[in-house]
């Protein structure tokens, strides 16, 4: 997700400088010459564009796992679960933890283990 998150923000960056250089007719807006700061911008868009579809599809491809709580191979096989299933937020619950606005920060530690929890950890 964060990967993702920070390849918009690179493509958004991209396009701005690209159309900051365009209406500066190129003038002051790299110290390379115009036709090779043309080729890096461009490579910048499309490298972030490919990052950040590639991220994202990965991203939501495991939360969708989570989510029906089976793997893409059983999801493939379509065979009939032979545990019992788990309702979708507790399967949520079971990767991220309890809900907290620090899901979506990159800096949170993980919760230090439980006796519920204890397998969780390596001892």
């Not at 890096?40 to 939501?60: D, K, N, P």
């Not at 999801?75 to 299933?85: H, V």
């Not at 899901?103 to 993980?110: A, E, V």
């Amino acid at each position: 997700l964060y990967i993702a998150l920070l390849s918009v923000h690179g493509l958004f960056l991209g396009i701005y400088q690209f159309i900051i250089c365009v209406k500066s007719e190129w003038q002051e807006c790299s110290s390379f010459s115009p036709p090779a700061t043309v080729v890096l911008l461009l490579f910048l868009i499309f490298e972030s564009l490919l990052f950040a579809v590639f991220t994202a599809v990965m991203f939501f491809t495991q939360v969708c796992a989570i989510w029906t709580d089976e793997t893409g191979i059983e999801q493939l096989k379509k065979e009939a679960a032979s545990w019992e299933k788990k309702s979708r937020w507790r399967s949520i619950q079971a990767v991220f933890g309890r809900f907290s606005i620090s899901w979506f920060s990159p800096f949170t530690m993980p919760p230090l283990p439980s006796k519920t929890h204890s397998y969780m950890y390596a001892v």
